[in-house]
């Protein structure tokens, strides 16, 4: 990671903790600056702040809106180790373990009112713009989580309508970082266009990974036990894909290493990978698009290590 | 109810549906449109509007900003109703019992993110300045929330700490109501202040009846049975005031008439009676500054219903 980058990363987690707080609440605030103190890879922030950059204004205006999509994932991520039934996060308990679900509830609730303080104390021409595109992407976050829950539920789902579900609830707010970075700077809709682009494909590529890493990954790296989603009968885009080519008596049938041999064996594996690499061309392509500048190498960075992420 | 505020509440209601959704997700949406169409008294919305057009503006520029208050008020409702345990809410199924409470997170999560959608919509000289004083005021809401949650684990909570309480919780939301129809009509600075003055002395009187209600009502008016919130050792102000005043043993022993009698005995119907009237004075006396106009005649009508309200 290189200076610019651990830079704004520092200046990141400041901002979030500049929170305007109207009353001492312990019971409210604690849960709320325990889940800033958990740390996270922060790419959406960084994304928009090294977007704002790209588009050739100083990144500092940016800070309150990084501020602000971070908090908005930290609000998801609340809620949904709620509905998920999750019991920990960044390897330590989630905020309904450690305190309770009503405790969790509002202060998830708070740190959506706190991502949308923080979005709207950014300088820019049109901030009431911004918190539109900002709300936009929420309402689709939920939606997201919406049919997620809905998929439980359902017997069958399409590899499709997976796709569309992750696009709502994973890729949507890393597109709109890199939109709402492009925004503050002042940029026009073509080069929106081309953040939003770069965005999207990145979101969906960085889930793609997420799901192959359940079965590919080295399991110390990882954090977590590798293949726990097949155990737990989470869908993913394997488990959709393979569950489309099987009877379900077979399929039902299938252990961790049946799982993994059927998956290569119908070339599903690959092709996920190689779905993967188009989403992350997608994203390089769209990148081309902005002059050289330190802001845009840093994201060329970024894309690169996230593209070999083995964990 | 004159005519004005009819039409004002048909279109209110009307508003409140037009939501801009993105995707079908009947888990999502669903409970949202089950809480749309309980009803309910509409006071904030009808407040807003009346303000406005109080102001001198046309009330129909803050139609969607109307819509949002409620929007936010039903937002508080369905993530309350989870906290408190309350299995109906306007006669109805809450919607964590109708469904469950992940689906009652998710739902209240997408009512907030409706609330900003509207309010956004406004057509206003700085939308953004709408948009930071209705954060605050939803911060405050979890404040207010946060504090209420922290009482039911103390034993000691005297009147004052409830009152601040009652002030975030309930009042808040009141008072910025008003404040946002001003804002929108482009109210200065002494007529926003008036605003909200009238707005947070109704709010607090409004909290007090509530209060009083459960021990001075008719049950059939009520809709609950008189009482209950002492049967559930529910703070009050009344419960507060006269535990102050009694020892521990003695108020624990209360049953229904000995509680009502004791705070007879001890005057403390009375004070509150007097607190009330006081908060309704404040609120009729910042009503004077605005000039003569059907706006100010029907809110001086609302008022006038509330004061009289029995249920």
Redesign the interface.
């Known amino acids: 990671m290189n200076r610019l980058t651990v830079n704004a990363l520092r200046a990141i987690e400041e901002e979030m903790h500049r929170l305007?707080?109207?009353?001492t609440?312990?019971?409210?605030?604690d849960p709320i600056d325990y889940m800033l103190d958990l740390g996270g890879k922060k790419i959406r922030p960084l994304l928009l702040w090294l977007s704002c950059g790209m588009c050739g204004a100083s990144p500092e205006r940016a800070l309150p809106a990084a501020a602000a999509v971070e908090l908005l994932h930290d609000f998801s991520l609340v809620?949904d180790d709620?509905?998920d039934n999750d019991a920990t996060r960044r390897g330590k308990p989630t905020i309904h373990v450690k305190w309770d679900?009503?405790?969790a509830?509002?202060s998830?609730?708070?740190l959506?009112?706190?991502a949308?303080?923080k979005l709207?104390e950014t300088d820019c021409d049109d901030?009431?713009e911004l918190?539109?595109v900002f709300?936009?992407a929420?309402?689709?976050i939920?939606?997201g989580?919406?049919?997620d829950?809905?998929f439980e539920e359902q017997e069958e789902v399409t590899p499709a309508a997976y796709l569309?579900m992750i696009r709502?609830k994973t890729a949507t707010l890393i597109e709109v970082s890199c939109e709402l970075g492009g925004m503050i700077a002042g940029a026009d809709d073509a080069t929106l266009e081309q953040l939003r682009r770069f965005g999207l494909n990145l979101g969906m590529a960085f889930q793609m990974q997420d799901d192959m890493l359940d079965i590919t990954a080295d399991e110390a790296a990882l954090g977590k036990k590798v293949g726990s989603d097949f155990e737990m009968h989470k869908r993913t885009i394997l488990y959709l894909m393979l569950r489309e080519r099987l009877d379900k008596a077979v399929f039902d049938a299938l252990d961790l290493a049946g799982y993994r041999r059927a998956l290569n064996e119908a070339g599903i594996l690959a092709a996920v990978q190689k779905q993967t690499e188009d989403y992350f061309d997608a994203a390089w392509r769209a990148l081309e698009h902005f002059p050289a500048s330190p802001y845009k190498s840093a994201v060329g960075e970024m894309l690169s290590s996230l593209q070999k992420r083995r964990y």
Chains 1, 2 share one sequence.
């Open positions: 305007r707080r109207y009353q609440v312990p019971l409210f605030y809620h709620i509905m679900v009503n405790t509830i509002l998830g609730d708070g959506l009112g706190f949308f303080q709207l901030t009431a918190a539109r709300t936009r929420m309402i689709i939920c939606e989580q919406g049919l829950k809905q569309d709502r």
